[in-house]
Each structure stands twice: as C-alpha cells, then as structure tokens.
C-alpha cells in the first residue's frame, strides 16, 4: 500500500510544460520517482515513507498518509516537544523543510534539536542527508539575519552540538504559555481543512497522471501552501529589529525577490501561471505586482518568460517575511483598443490592440487571397 499522496493539480509541471521542477525526483532514495510526459510518477509499493519528496516540494503537491504537517506543528507546539527524530516522532527529518523549521525554533520556548545519531548508518542516507544538512544551515543563517536568540540545534548519540548559540537567552513569562501562543494564529481550522483534501493517487503497480478536466479547474486556482500560512503566522507574532541582515538570494530557498526589466512585453503569462499568487496585475492589466511572503521560489515564472524579463534581486531582505506591502515591479501605459473597447498595454502607433490588429491583418490577408482568386 501506498504512503505517498500526490496532488496533480498543485504541481509546477501539471501548469506548465516549460517547468524544471526535478526536485521531488531529485531527492528520492529509492528512485521510485520518476517524470512521465512531464509529471511525477511513482510506484506506490516502492515508497519507503521518508517524506523527502514532501520536505522539498514548493507548492505541497506530496504528502504522507499517516503524517500531516500542520496538525505535526500544533500538536508538537502545544506539547511541548522540542527533539525531532526519525526513531520517535517524525520519517525522517527530510520531511520538514526550512519554512517548517524555523516555524518550529520561533514558535518553540527551547531550542529545537534534530537527532541525526541514525543518520550514518541509514540505508536511505543519500541524497536525504546531503539535504537535511543544506536545510540546517539555511535555518540558522536566516534565525542570523533576523537577529534571533534562538537557533536550530543537532544532536548525535545525545550530545547536543550548538552552534552560534547565544548564552542568557531570555525566558518569556509562563503566563504566556502554549495554548495562548495557539490562539494568536490564524489557521483555525487549517488541520481540517487539511483532512478534506482528496489526493490522486491509486493502488496500482505503478501510477500515471493524466490532465483531466477536473485537474485544469483546479490548476487555475491559486494556493497558498499551508507551510507559508505558518511561517506567516509565527512571524506575525515575532518583534521585528530594525535592520535584518540581508542574505544573497542563492542561499535562500524557498521565497525571493524579484524584478521585472524594461523588455517585459506585458503578456501576462508569469502572473497568470504563478500557483499561489505571488505574482499578479489590476483590473486594466497595466502593472505586475509581487508578494514576497507569497513567493514559493518555484520558478515558474522565470521559466516561462520568454524574453527573460524577470530576474531574482542579488539579496532577499528578511523584511519580507513580516508581510510588508506587495511590490510594485512594473507599469505600462494602458489605452483603450478603438476597435474591441479592451485596454492593452500601448506602444505607440495606432490605439487598436494585439488581438485586434492580427485579425484585421488576416482579414486584410484573406481578402487579397480572394481578390486574387477571382483575377485567376
């Protein structure tokens, strides 16, 4: 029986052919993952339930059947738990991602602590571990650049390793205790919610996906992965400094901050084919907006702009994870078509927009053709 979930409609490649995305193929260990006419395929009595696939996924398109994220974070806040580890309480902690774990450090009264003591022997070692590393070290160098006290700590055969710990950490009043933390966020309900989502996957030997009429419905939708609506929420809730450190955007991975450059056409395929929203215009179509907390970094909108107009700032400002005002990346000048009413974005020469002028060019075409005809 299968323990992976996949979610066709939520995945980068089901909305556009042009995508990249090999990341859930990528950190299989045991290769069950594979793309099939562009899609991610597996065979669902090959899954070892490591839930790798889920740690690295941008849009949440994979999940576990026996273990929910969301419902993970509020039970493990409430209670307290503060070691994660794959031989009690999670698969394995390529499960979690760096929005999961800082969620966690912020979120959490102690230091959260990842036992890695099983690491070296496991059969699945590779790549999970070469991840689990890389995700650490992201974790901290943000908890750095947000000047937190806290930070993501490591443990192997019960020696706990802290780095770049500060000493004197202050404790919060224990008034302030964990059900009253709960009640600030604004996921109520999020874990049903959660439960309600009906995944794609069968009992087969080995599972293809298909685009259905069903699937572009709901590829069309934009989501906001419930991992971001967490993140946003402990940060809500966190005293931001004055200045934050900024961090080079490749060493970041899962948001970013971009910019759109003059050779933008406005055709509006990045805004129309982002999976949360990130990107988006107004009722004339005359600008391009970006929310950075909404970014996945799933690179969607890079790779379809065919002049390559969009690009990532040389470094993110954390700033934007405390859910500033969306960014203004550019602005056309809109008139109104004189042939179709409809606005378009104007370049000059006559007011008759795109789709107006290639038919009135055909039909200028097609009466020459006829003209012609009749002359023979």
């Not at 562009?38 to 065979?43: E, G, L």
């Not at 709901?218 to 419930?226: C, L, Q, S």
């Not at 907390?293 to 890079?302: D, F, G, P, T």
Request: hydrophobic residues 30%; glycine residues 4%; proline residues 3%.
């Amino acid at each position: 029986m299968s323990k992976l979930d996949f979610n066709l409609s939520s995945c980068v490649r089901a909305t556009s052919k042009f995508s990249e995305c090999t990341k859930c193929v990528d950190i299989c260990p045991v290769k069950t993952i594979d793309l099939v006419n562009n899609i991610p395929s597996f065979v669902p009595n090959d899954c070892v339930g490591c839930g790798g696939c889920v740690g690295v996924c941008p849009t949440e398109s994979f999940a576990l059947k026996d273990k929910d994220h969301v419902q993970f974070f509020f039970e493990t806040i409430e209670k307290g738990d503060t070691l994660f580890s794959c031989k009690d309480n999670i698969p394995c902690i390529s499960w979690f991602n760096v929005e999961h774990l800082v969620s966690f450090v912020l979120a959490s009264k102690e230091n959260i602590v990842l036992d890695l003591s099983h690491c070296a022997t496991c059969d699945i070692k590779e790549p999970l571990f070469d991840q689990i590393q890389k995700n650490i070290k992201e974790t901290n160098d943000l908890l750095t650049s947000i000047q937190s006290s806290k930070k993501l700590e490591i443990t192997f055969d019960n020696i706990i390793k802290v780095t770049d710990i500060q000493e004197d950490i202050p404790v919060e009043d224990e008034t302030n205790d964990r059900r009253s933390f709960l009640r600030k966020f604004s996921l109520k309900g999020a874990v049903q919610e959660n439960q309600k989502i009906q995944h794609e996957v069968s009992q087969a030997e080995v599972k293809e996906f298909s685009i259905e009429i069903d699937n572009i419905s709901a590829i069309k939708e934009k989501v906001i992965p419930y991992k971001r609506k967490i993140l946003w929420s402990v940060f809500k809730n966190q005293e931001q400094v004055e200045s934050n450190d900024l961090i080079e955007s490749t060493e970041i991975s899962f948001i970013s901050q971009k910019y759109i450059d003059d050779s933008c056409t406005n055709c509006q395929i990045c805004y129309r084919i982002c999976p949360t929203g990130a990107l988006s215009s107004n009722k004339k179509f005359n600008v391009i907006d970006f929310d950075p907390l909404v970014c996945v970094k799933c690179n969607l909108c890079h790779e379809v702009c065919e002049p390559n107009s969009i690009g990532l700032k040389f470094n993110f400002n954390p700033d934007a994870l405390y859910g500033k005002e969306k960014e203004r990346l550019i602005e056309f000048d809109s008139k109104r078509c004189n042939e179709c009413g409809n606005n378009f974005t104007y370049k000059g020469g006559e007011l008759i927009c795109p789709r107006c002028k290639t038919e009135e060019d055909e039909s200028y075409a097609l009466h020459n053709i006829s003209r012609g005809g009749l002359n023979f």
